[in-house]
């Protein structure tokens, strides 16, 4: 047999064992993934062991999820971060899901720059992506950056008008820059949504506040 037609057989046996690894590892992470909901210092434990069995980009991203769950949001946004940007990490959805998660908990652990930086990478490579931007809109709050948010919230909002985070966010927004009647307008469209939401009400009170501080 020549050389040519050896590899003509061989290849649909590699190709069939690259597709069992991959499925493999998928579950793998799946489990993982569980794991940090319901242990994350078992599931921490368990990604160690998975890095020294070499360090995939699957493995690693369980590592930083388990370092999240153990509430290190900066050492886990750093790793995200790390394995968006490496060689491996894979296509430009799996990036943007990993700069999306690093940028989530930039925010958590109190670095809004960062979180800025971090989603704004993410939207380049997802620039639809509406979620992304209403993470960006929060780090802007964060930093007071209140017309950047609106336009963020705006694109946001376009795609799901009916997202109440996102309608908070932006009248929290127009409430910071004084445009308390658009402000009421997407916190009367919250309430309506759902109408005990604790963040939405609190939100009331304070619009009522500014109103009744503009008319003495």
Not at 56 to 67: D, G, S, T, V
């Amino acid at each position: 047999m020549s050389m040519l037609a050896m590899a003509a057989a061989i290849l649909p046996f590699a190709q069939s064992a690259i597709v069992e690894i991959e499925r493999a590892e998928q579950e793998r992470l799946n489990a993982c993934i569980e794991q940090v909901d319901e242990d994350a210092e078992q599931a921490y434990e368990d990604s160690l062991r998975w890095l020294g069995e070499g360090a995939r980009p699957a493995a690693r991203y369980c590592n930083a999820l388990a370092i999240i769950g153990l509430g290190n949001y900066k050492e886990g946004a750093a790793r995200l971060e790390e394995l968006a940007n490496a060689p491996d990490a894979g296509g430009e959805s799996d990036r943007a899901l990993y700069l999306a998660q690093s940028g989530n908990a930039w925010v958590t652990a109190g670095y809004p720059d960062a979180a800025v930086t971090t989603l704004s990478n993410a939207l380049k490579l997802a620039p639809n992506d509406a979620d992304i931007r209403t993470d960006r809109a929060a780090a802007y709050l964060m930093l007071e950056k209140w017309q950047p948010a609106i336009d963020d919230l705006d694109r946001a909002l376009a795609t799901y008008p009916n997202d109440i985070e996102a309608l908070q966010l932006r009248a929290r927004a127009h409430l910071n820059l004084d445009n308390l009647q658009l402000a009421e307008n997407d916190m009367s469209r919250a309430l309506l949504l759902d109408n005990r939401n604790i963040d939405t009400l609190v939100l009331r009170g304070d619009i009522r506040e500014a109103k009744r501080l503009a008319e003495e």
